[in-house]
Nanobody, 126 residues
Framework: QVQLVESGGGLVQAGGSLRLSCTAS????????MGWFRQAPGKEREFVAA???????YHADSVKGRFTISRDNAKNTLYLQMSSLKPEDTAVYYC????????????????????WGQGTQVTVSS
C-alpha cells in the first residue's frame, strides 16, 4: 500500500515563504511522476506543479516564478518551495503519485494520479 505523508503547511503572512514536503513509501520512487495539487473551500482541486520521472518539471501559470517543485529520489521525498505567497494561495495542499512507472502525460489532471496524501493546510494572511 502506497502512503504519502505531507508536512510543512502553516500560517504565513502575505509575501512569506513555506516549504512543503511529501515522503512516499513507493518502491523505485525515481520511476514515478508526482504532483502537487491544492483545494480551497468551495473550489475544485487544482494543479499546482508536477515532477516527472524524467526530471522535467511543470508549474501552473498561477504559481510560476513563485513556487518551485523538486524531488530527492534518495529520500523518496517531493518538495514544494513556495515564495511570495498570496492570500489566494490559501488551500489544502496535496501531493500525489502516478499509478504507473514512467508516466507523466496530462500531469495537470487529478484523475491521472493513483495515490494521495492526507493534505496539509496552507493559510496566507493579508
Amino acid at each position: 500500500q502506497v502512503q504519502l505523508v505531507e508536512s510543512g503547511g502553516g500560517l504565513v503572512q502575505a509575501g512569506g515563504s513555506l516549504r512543503l514536503s511529501c515522503t512516499a513509501s513507493v518502491r523505485s520512487f525515481s520511476r514515478y511522476s508526482m504532483g502537487w495539487f491544492r483545494q480551497a473551500p468551495g473550489k475544485e482541486r487544482e494543479f499546482v506543479a508536477a515532477s516527472s520521472w524524467s526530471g522535467a518539471t511543470y508549474h501552473a501559470d498561477s504559481v510560476k516564478g513563485r513556487f518551485t517543485i523538486s524531488r530527492d529520489n534518495a529520500k523518496n521525498t517531493l518538495y514544494l518551495q513556495m515564495s511570495s505567497l498570496k492570500p489566494e494561495d490559501t488551500a489544502v495542499y496535496y501531493c500525489a503519485v502516478r499509478g504507473a512507472e514512467y508516466s507523466d502525460s496530462y500531469h495537470y489532471t487529478p484523475s491521472n494520479y493513483a495515490y494521495w496524501g492526507q493534505g496539509t493546510q496552507v493559510t496566507v494572511s493579508s
